[in-house]
Each structure stands twice: as structure tokens, then as C-alpha cells.
């Protein structure tokens, strides 16, 4: 387990270290948050020096792997937000984000 593995003696001391209550801590790993948001995940990877799938997973992915290690906290909100709807509410944040990027492209990037 990746709290061992990083050297905490129990819970208190890894929420302590991640930032983020012990009572999370141990809803996150005693499985009881079906739905962890991305930010305690982020925080709790980043305390035990591994990567959010490998808590999540025990491995790594063979999927895109995303370094998370700049994602603000209004991002892992929006991520949080977008793990808690619906495909159809999923599909209704995709094309508000494809219709802003049409709206306001990055800079140095064309649009299709």
C-alpha cells in the first residue's frame, strides 16, 4: 500500500502530510468514497510519491497517462464535476469546451 510503502505510521500522520482530513483519508482507502474527488487523490499521490492511477489502480495504466503535477484546484474541481455526471452531462461539458476553443483558440494553435 502506498501509505506504507511512503513510511506513515497510520492515517493521521499521511492526511497530516497530504493536507486534506484523516476522515477522507480513510474513506479514500478503506473504499467507502466510491467517487474520491481528484484533489484528495492528487494530494494523497503526491504524499506518497506515486502517481494518482497507481493509487487508484495498484499499477500503472496502459491508458494516456496525464501528469497531473500543474493541475490547479479549479481544475481538479472542473475533473471532480465532470467524474459526477451522466454520459449525457459529460457529453454536454465536451461541447461547451470544444464551443470555447472555437470562441478563444490557445495562442500558436489553429483551429480545425
Known sequence: MAMN???YRDQSEL????G????????ILSGRAKHPDALSLFKLARAC???VEWLV?????EKVSVALAYITGREAELL???RSVSELG???IFSAAE????LDPPPNQETE
Open 20 to 27: 486534506i482530513s484523516q476522515s477522507t483519508v480513510n474513506r
Open 99 to 102: 464551443t470555447a476553443l472555437q
Open 49 to 51: 510519491n506515486v502517481s
Open 90 to 92: 459529460k457529453k454536454v
Open 5 to 7: 510503502a511512503a513510511a
Open 57 to 61: 489502480a495498484g499499477e500503472e495504466p
Open 80 to 82: 471532480t464535476m465532470y
Open 15 to 18: 492526511a497530516r502530510a497530504a
